[in-house]
């Protein structure tokens, strides 16, 4: 018998940007009329499967800084935890999970804001795979922590502090699940079968190891009844095929499936879930014949499909 995998995953999206740091510029009078347009920024990154190893970039957010005075400034942008403390890698909250991100620039950080007008510096939030290997799916926020600065000139210190606004980043961790191939692919079965009757107590057992799922998940099989090839014509009191008791668990998920002769393909999934999100988890599956008619000789196969789908 062979074992198929089956997993299913969510798309993530990968850019090119560059970090925020503060640029030189040169420092004019009249900076003490800024503003930054509309107060608190906030960005939003989207879906991040960390089981794609894939980055992931947000859209990009324009800030506008206004200038009510009569004067240009010169200026540069940062955003960070305080005036003067770099952090170039931010944190995303989830109750005790954090995610790990990047606010970047995708313009010039130094520019000048012309008086009775406005200037705009364009920023996004990325979603590094290196340091994010693995997160609990859900909803992960940063907020409190950050703010955007806008400083005269390129000093990042508390002095030249022009005008401030609270930073605000969002990703939700997708729900998704990765299975590795099995340990053993195959599972002979020709030695349970003497005199053309299934040895129903022999056990053949298989496993995937290093599972993962950013949530609880179900586990669910698939198959139909080993087949004989060529199936041959049919003969009173034998049959041309070989069901099979299949047995699946992972992490308190559990489910049986039983082929039924010539009804095709069964389906069953596990009625719960396992228990949390898991990383190097383990799927034990365990085949056994089932009693029928004498078997008539050939060489018999099927296909046995695995799936691990995580929950809502």
Sequence with gaps: MRARIMTRTMGA??????????????????CNDLGIVGGTV??????????????LNSANRTIFISNS????????????????????????????????????????LSFTVPGNGQASVTVFVRIE???????????????????????????????????????????????????????????????????????TG?????GFSGVRCTSPASITLTADALRRSPSGAPVAGFDNFINFRAEASFDGAN?????????????????????????GGSVVVDVNLMAGNPILAGAYSGVLTVAVDPGP
């Design 42 to 55: 906030t960005i939003d990154a989207g879906s991040f499967n960390p089981l794609l190893g894939s980055d």
């Design 255 to 279: 489910v049986v499936l039983e082929t039924e002769g010539d009804s095709g393909d069964e389906t069953a999934t596990s009625a719960g879930q396992s228990s949390a999100a898991t990383s």
């Design 69 to 108: 005075g009569p004067g240009s400034c010169n200026v540069s942008a940062l955003i960070r935890e305080a005036p003067a403390v770099a952090n170039p890698v931010k944190e995303m909250k989830k109750g005790a999970d954090t995610l790990s991100y990047r606010a970047l620039s995708a313009s010039p």
């Design 202 to 206: 022999a056990v053949l057992s298989s």
């Design 129 to 199: 795979a290196a340091l994010n290997p693995f997160l609990p799916a859900g909803l992960y926020e940063d907020a409190g922590i950050n703010e955007v600065y806008i400083y005269e000139g390129n000093t990042a210190s508390d002095a030249a502090v022009r005008a401030q606004a609270p930073f605000v980043a969002t990703a939700t961790v997708a729900a998704a699940c990765d299975l590795p191939p099995p340990d053993v692919a195959t599972l002979d079965f020709s030695s349970a079968i003497s005199n053309g009757l299934a040895n």
């Design 13 to 30: 999206l990968a850019l090119a940007g560059l970090f925020i740091a503060t640029v030189a510029g040169e420092a004019r009078a009249g």
